[in-house]
């Protein structure tokens, strides 16, 4: 079964199934740029949530909402929160318009939950509308830039803790090896002793300085610009909306956001990214320097460095295989319980996302549109991270 | 149902309907690191069946494969070819190790496909084994480049054509606006006049001239490494077979090999993929500054140049939102019958990619295992292109 | 004139007035990288000055250097802080050995003035010692990396001078300009109205989110790890060095130096210098935005945007030029006598380096050798601030 | 003494010595990007010297320039093709406007020349005028960039003979180590055996691959856009003058230049810029493995690879410096006459450019003013390259 959806520009059937309406349809249509749905962010989806339910609060508090209506777009909202409706957020990671398509995918979906909730069929837009109730006040240039810094707090707290991990089991290592003596090199030549246990111990204190700095960025990413509209004079908020829309999204996430104190700059502003970018390759350089000298360390056996042995993981391709490979090594996890020379996998399946160091979040400065590569990015680091976890 | 397989590191258990083997399995497990498994780039899947189809023939005619296996893998190898059991390459498309996982989620695949072929269960490696028949002579080191230059030159293919039919596209509206008599500009400022038939001539030359230079870049790609086997000794390989086997892989694909002269230097030789990336870079600057130029002219329509429409292909996110959003545009598909002076949206689908010509190849220098990102690329071009070929 | 100086590897003859010795000149012809000396960044010249005395001193306390030679060095680094002998530092700034050439140039200038104030001839080595004594307990590896970032954190505190003179500019226009009503747009197309005081105060706002960043970073810059020796075990420092000479160094210089907690990680971390180009590139990102937006705001004057004059400072190349080329403005200063709707020159000075933005910095992870460039990155903004406080 | 000049602006003093005018001194004051004057690139000097002649020939032959002042004029380009006058070119490198102030530094010292050889007084340009007579026909738009690529094309023939040149040693180093057998390895664990001749006879293999890819590179370009003037229509050239200026200017150089077939294309085309820089990306790209590898092969000598002694040839900054450096052997020169086992110092000169190999050239798409950095890059090769040649 279908059923037929109208906008400015015609018509348009949808499955019937479908929570998304006419206009996540054409962008979906529209922009074939990644092939990566919004739906594998969870987080931009769950933010969407966030902001949605705060933006109703505030305009059902100032009385632009009706209350019903509020209350239906907030109940659909926590369900998104909750991480229902994941797979109806269709619309592809990089896009044109400064986001419309994902902020209509998410305005179309809580529609649509709210319209059921309130005994209407989907689509019946006449009495719960995507744009002029579950965006109201709204532009695609605050409610995106907004989701999207919340999206990033959120998946930058599974990436500290796996780096603060990391960082652990570094010093415990570092312990296990206090007293095994080795060379220490200046320019791969033989230079003063150490030992093993310094080095492991400097691995962790540098790990510690990659959380310090990014948790700083990530205090960056709490001043917002929520009901600043298309360019930042607020023109079709009510009054009074962006502060109260800022303290309920602060009050539902427990973060402490804060609205921009200059709405048209924030509003084109999109320096945080640059810098949480170049934080993530500081990052990224020095797990590559890290894995590299362990590579290094592990060269040989014979013909080669060979202060440390590495955890065979995974046999070569060739049938008679029988020698060491250490970048297979690099996806292992920690395993205290074995030689105390073998290292800690946690290392492992950060090298692997190590090699991307040189890749450069694009920032569109002409439309304040940019941002996504960090938090894909961010979730191909989290996919790295998991196995530390489990 | 399960079934168990067992390699040197120990037994692990597999779903009996899997195709790959305990070592996939364990690179499965060992790397996450894009969430993107190699089955999402069809073009590489097909790659290697041909390159294990030349292979087997090689080793058949060499007298180092006993034929009736060497014909059971050919068998395998055909039918990843016709496109099945694409689904079977769970690998995540970047890895440690050279791509050893890859090579043996083919050499798995293939094996059990064999197998059932002659009658055997899966898993039944001692009839036909992937280490030992499927990559007989074969390392990691040569099979996984050539495989992957296949791709490439696969791949290339296609976004050539949606160069070409660009390029058409620019040349039939500069044809319609011969006439259309305009403002040329230099440093944005007012300078002498001209026609904007010879502004979509000069994108259309242009692109021409990236059709040109890609065709070149392509012919590079035809010199491979097959037979060098794991540092460019082709220590593993029967003699004869490096020569042999590239001959077949020109017959079966139709394309014309040259095996490398030096196999040392070929074998981590990686400049034809930061060539490569140099050349798709070339192209991305210029459709970029192309749909600025569009964007710009199309600017307004009261306060800007207002030089050319573009049709409406999407509505914004507010609910009197009467303004035009050109991003939008770019997402549309070539209307020849529409407007004259309406861009064909061929246009529209290169714009999207072309913020990512900031990408930059990674090139692991120290294995010569790099290039996974250009294909991807490439992938994610395709996506853009179809919509300009439908 | 000439003399004979002797090292390890041989004799060579130096120009007499040469205060440099046989070291530097090896350095001198081993490294033509970039062609541009050390001089020419009198800021990392002086910063040497200011680390040897330092160095000289603690060493005098801790009894490890004769007090009168330790003095003749301090009387030389003296020298060096007031500006002094700038052209003898000969060594190329980038070059291999983590900077062994130019803190032998250091050692050797200030040998041979301390040799001269105590009445020996230069090339006199046995009463004061390049390598013995002016390096005396340091390693290239603690003394070049602490020079560097004071060097840097100086070079710091000119460019954030010109970022806040240039937020200045923007602030005042912002007034003059508050009633100047004008289109507000959105992708280039027609949107909402706002005063082009709001933009241009936008432009104010962001230049002082740099400044505030760009302080943050220079923070990190303070941790020194002064005293590490070669690979941070300070195997060669006097007991207590690295704390007194740290000391020494925040005595001399106003600034408040801290000792790294972790000698080996500090020595080969160079997180702070990605970093720090990383908030460059931020900057400069925000830079090309505010240049390109200016550039187009001037567009014109009959075809284009034509909403600020920018003032002429230099014809074109056609005899009959009378256009308008904006970019040709970005070159001239503030000249806050001109006509209101004229921009302030500040942003001038300032854009033409915004292209500069994709510089990436080069580091080492191998050797912990990095920073060069920043400092040369700074230096070329110094050129380009300069006429904003003239 | 001093003479005054004048310009559309105003008035000017210039050192009477001087042979540039007015507009350059303009130029000088208001660009101060890279403090790199011109002059330090002789070879786009004589580029200037070449394509002025061009011009002056050409519109001399059309009847639209006198030839009294024609042949003055290109008696003055024939002293700057040989040399003289280099000092005169006093614009910065890298400036706004195209390269309209570079442009004007090259017609003010012609006319000047041209000037005192009729007789007249440097400045009386009402005799021999910089834009009418100088620039005749001419567009900074056309005749920057071929310039540039005279200069790139000149620059580049030393640059291939350099690579050349280490080609040979490598090849020549691989016969004497035919028959040095070492461990070949992948992922730095012992594989397979190996001679050190194959490993230095891949690196010559590699080397020869540059040397044809950059060849290719620079036929791109010969491909100029000569006679377009500002915008590619050739509205202020005589008829028939961009071939004819064509012919000349490969009659002069011996370079088979082409006039492009879309000049409206061609003057905003920056696509071979693109290009070369990504070639000599991927030439330094492999430059920094090979050194990375020899560095690899010297690591040592009791704790590291020890395959290879590199010649010393500058002591460490320790008193008691013993250890070996290997990043500074890199400065040094080929010593055919030294042990078989030291590495020919043609790498050497190379390397220490290698760690530049992530600079990206910056394209200013909107006003085809780019290409400065290959310029200077390749001029920071030439340094390097020198002593290669001594």
Redesign the interface.
């Known amino acids: 079964m279908a059923r037929i959806e109208r ?3 015609g018509e348009k059937e949808l499955p019937d199934i479908a929570y998304y309406g006419v ?1 996540t349809l ?2 979906k ?7 990566i749905p919004m739906s ?1 962010e969870p987080y931009f989806v769950k933010a969407f949530g966030y902001v949605k339910k705060a933006a109703a609060q505030a305009n059902r508090d100032l009385g632009v909402l009706d209350a019903g209506i509020a209350n239906a777009i907030i109940g659909a909202c926590d369900r998104l929160i909750a991480g229902e409706m994941c797979d109806q957020f269709v619309t592809d990671f ?5 986001g ?2 994902t ?2 995918n998410a ?1 179309e979906v809580i529609a649509n939950m709210a319209l059921e909730s309130l005994g209407h069929a989907k689509g019946e837009y006449q009495y719960v ?1 995507p ?2 109730h579950v ?2 006040g ?4 605050d409610v995106y830039p907004t989701a999207f810094r919340l999206a990033l707090i959120l998946r930058l707290e599974s990436y500290l803790l796996a780096l603060q991990a990391l960082q652990a089991a570094f010093f415990a290592k570092s312990k296990d090896f206090e007293r095994v003596l ?11 002793p ?1 030992s093993l246990g ?2 492991f ?3 962790g ?2 790990m510690g ?2 959380v310090a ?1 990014l948790s ?1 960025v990530r205090r960056l990413l709490q001043e917002i610009n929520l009901g600043a509209t ?4 607020s ?2 908020a009510a009054s009074g909306y962006p502060a109260l829309a800022t303290r309920y999204l602060s009050d539902l996430t427990g973060i402490e956001f804060e609205l921009a ?2 709405l ?2 924030a509003t ?4 945080v990214y ?2 949480l ?3 993530l ?2 990052t990224s ?2 797990l ?2 890290i894995c ?1 000298d362990i ?2 360390l ?8 060979n202060e440390i042995n590495l955890p ?8 008679d ?1 029988r ?10 996890r920690a395993r205290p319980d074995r030689d105390a020379r073998r290292v800690g996998g946690a290392v492992a ?1 950060q ?3 190590a ?2 160091h ?3 979040v ?6 304040g ?1 940019c941002g996504q590569q960090p938090a894909h990015k961010l ?2 680091w989290h ?2 991270q ?2 530390t976890h489990s």
Not at 29 to 35: D, K, R, S, V
Not at 94 to 98: D, E, R, Y
Not at 268 to 271: A, K, N, Q, R
Not at 362 to 367: A, E, F, G, K, Q
């Open positions: 906008d400015s520009l206009q054409r962008g249509e529209n922009f074939h740029i990644t092939g594998s990089i896009q044109g318009g400064a419309t398509s902020n209509m305005n509308n744009n002029d965006n109201y709204q532009s695609t240039n080795k060379m220490g090199r200046t320019h791969l030549q033989d230079a003063v150490m310094q080095e111990n400097g691995w204190t540098t300085e990659e700095r700083e298309a360019i930042g004079t023109v079709t104190g200059d048209v700059e084109s502003d999109t320096g640059v810098q970018s170049g934080n390759k500081r350089a020095k590559t320097k590299n590579r290094l592990a060269s040989g056996p014979r013909c080669g460095f065979q993981i995974q046999p070569g391709s060739s049938g295989s020698g060491r490979q250490p970048d297979q090594f690099f996806g292992d399946t090298r692997d996302g090699g991307h040189l890749c450069i694009h920032v569109d400065l002409h439309d549109k979730r191909r996919y790295r998991r196995r």
